[in-house]
């Protein structure tokens, strides 16, 4: 059932119908790679990852780098969570990992060579933060010693808003990060309490005044609706404080999935306190509203800008990206990943490190990569990627684009694809033009849904529900 403050809101403007809605509210994936990470095998092993490192520049050419760090640890459990982190308060834990990130990163130099230029660079977590100020500076020190961050990139930190002084906000300045991202998922207290993660919005508040005053060039900050306790009026209520007061340059705002069978934290979450499916949409449905309002503009996937903000400049210019962190305004690069589970992609390939700590120092105590498992993409890999992030990132499409640069005559390629597109078009998410195709203002809500006809493992096996829902 879809709320009548939807239809109300949305028929109209968008035609949205029922129909569209029920149609197109199955689970999907986010696209953050193709193919996705449920696909990675782990017949690929740390050899194929060293030939895709050492074959990655061509001619000596190679595409530019972009760095991700995963820090797993945190204070304490957030029961939401479905992140791989390590509970602990035991920040000498925080001292030894970081060795281990240098010898990844010394690993890497061996390969690919000192020096390299990174145009981005994340830290992620678990909590970025757990790592003391001497922690996050030795990191740096490390990453500037081997590579070279060039300027104009784009160097941000996910903040834990109770790990964060506004003294270590200046210490990340100082460091070289022009970019914070908060989590923040809601203000009320009662949701608070139910997830584990005390915030009070004046501490948020005062962080994110004083990371303007030092000059970060952009603030984010993360929602989540569907969390226990949340009401449509009280999530209404945290819509507004962050698009009104806070104002921060970005928002995303993501859906919760209660999976207690996967996610041992959200075991602590009692069923009858989640809000219904229907209160869930008419949750969306109300913040795409309210962001709109107060002037952000959809950039697609959960994600909203400011239209002063690179990620809005990129999307009226058609130059979206998007990489494993989400939209992204850099150039495809290479991304390289350090630390425990994350995922990198060099060349052709997607590789994953162990998801346990002991594995992943096990690996590095032999001098080997940490890689467990990942994929060697084949060209029509390659060619469907170039369909699907064209279609996430730029929502059109030319045909020419894709036959020029992968020699495939694209109707003939993609003819089962055009024809299942026929249905998306007739309800007005999508035009099928001759030679391109184009994401209609409706379409960017379903976005995924489009892109979904062009993955072939999906097709090939549509009873695969651990996705997450579009709405
Ligand atoms: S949600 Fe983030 S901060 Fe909370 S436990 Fe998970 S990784 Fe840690």
């Given at each position: ?178 970019r914070l991202s908060f989590g923040v998922q809601d203000f009320d207290l009662d949701v608070q309490k139910a997830v584990h993660r005390i915030q009070p919005i004046e501490q948020v508040f005062d962080l994110v005044d004083e ?12 929602l989540i609706y569907g969390l226990p306790k949340q009401t449509p009026h009280s999530f209404a209520r945290t819509v507004s404080q962050v698009s009104k007061l806070i104002k921060p340059d970005r928002i995303a705002l993501y ?217």
């Amino acid at each position: 059932m879809i709320a009548q403050s939807i239809l109300n809101r949305l028929v109209k403007p968008l035609h949205l119908t029922p129909k569209i809605i029920n149609k197109f509210d199955v689970a999907g994936p986010r696209y953050t790679s193709y193919p996705t990470a449920d696909r990675f095998v782990e017949a690929f092993t740390d050899e194929q990852y060293i030939q895709a490192l050492e074959g990655r520049s061509v001619g000596g050419v190679a595409l530019p780098l972009s760095l991700y760090v995963h820090i797993p640890f945190c204070e304490s459990l957030c029961f939401y969570c479905a992140c791989n982190k390590t509970i602990t308060k035991r920040h000498e834990r925080g001292a030894e990992y970081l060795q281990y990130l240098g010898k990844e990163i010394d690993l890497h130099v061996a390969h690919i060579g000192a020096g390299r230029a990174i145009s981005q660079l994340h830290l992620g977590g678990g909590t970025p933060t757990f790592f003391g100020d001497d922690e996050l500076s030795e990191l740096m020190a490390m990453i500037r010693r081997n590579f070279s961050l060039v300027a104009g990139g784009e160097y941000s930190i996910e903040i834990d808003p109770r790990t964060v002084t506004e003294k270590r906000l200046a210490h990340l300045a100082s460091l070289g990060f022009n970019r914070l991202s908060f989590g923040v998922q809601d203000f009320d207290l009662d949701v608070q309490k139910a997830v584990h993660r005390i915030q009070p919005i004046e501490q948020v508040f005062d962080l994110v005044d004083e990371s303007r005053r030092l000059g970060f060039d952009s603030i984010n900050v993360d929602l989540i609706y569907g969390l226990p306790k949340q009401t449509p009026h009280s999530f209404a209520r945290t819509v507004s404080q962050v698009s009104k007061l806070i104002k921060p340059d970005r928002i995303a705002l993501y859906a919760y999935a209660h999976l207690p069978e996967r996610f041992k934290p959200q075991r602590h979450i009692q069923a009858a306190d989640l809000p219904s499916a229907q209160e869930k949409v008419t949750m969306l449905s109300n913040a795409i509203a309210a962001f709109l309002d107060a002037g952000y503009v959809y950039i697609g996937m959960d994600h909203f800008a400011l239209p002063k903000d690179d990620l809005a400049i990129a999307k009226r210019q058609g130059r979206l990206h998007r990489n494993f962190q989400g939209y992204s305004t850099q150039p495809e690069c290479d991304l390289i990943s350090l630390g425990v589970s994350a995922i990198g992609r060099v060349g052709a390939t997607y590789s994953q490190n162990a998801k346990t700590l002991d594995e992943y120092y096990s690996f590095l105590d032999q001098d080997r990569f940490p890689v467990v498992r990942g994929l060697m993409l084949s060209h029509d890999d390659l060619v469907r990627r170039a369909v699907i992030m064209a279609i996430m990132c730029q929502g059109s499409l030319q045909y020419e684009s894709i036959e020029s640069s992968y020699l495939i005559d694209f109707k003939t390629y993609f003819s089962k694809e055009l024809d299942a597109l026929q249905s998306l078009s007739s309800d007005g998410l999508v035009e099928v033009e001759d030679n391109a195709i184009q994401v209609t203002n409706l379409g960017w809500f379903f976005v995924r849904g489009i892109a979904m006809v062009f993955d072939r493992y999906l097709q090939a096996d549509k009873t695969r529900t651990k996705f997450s829902k579009i709405i």
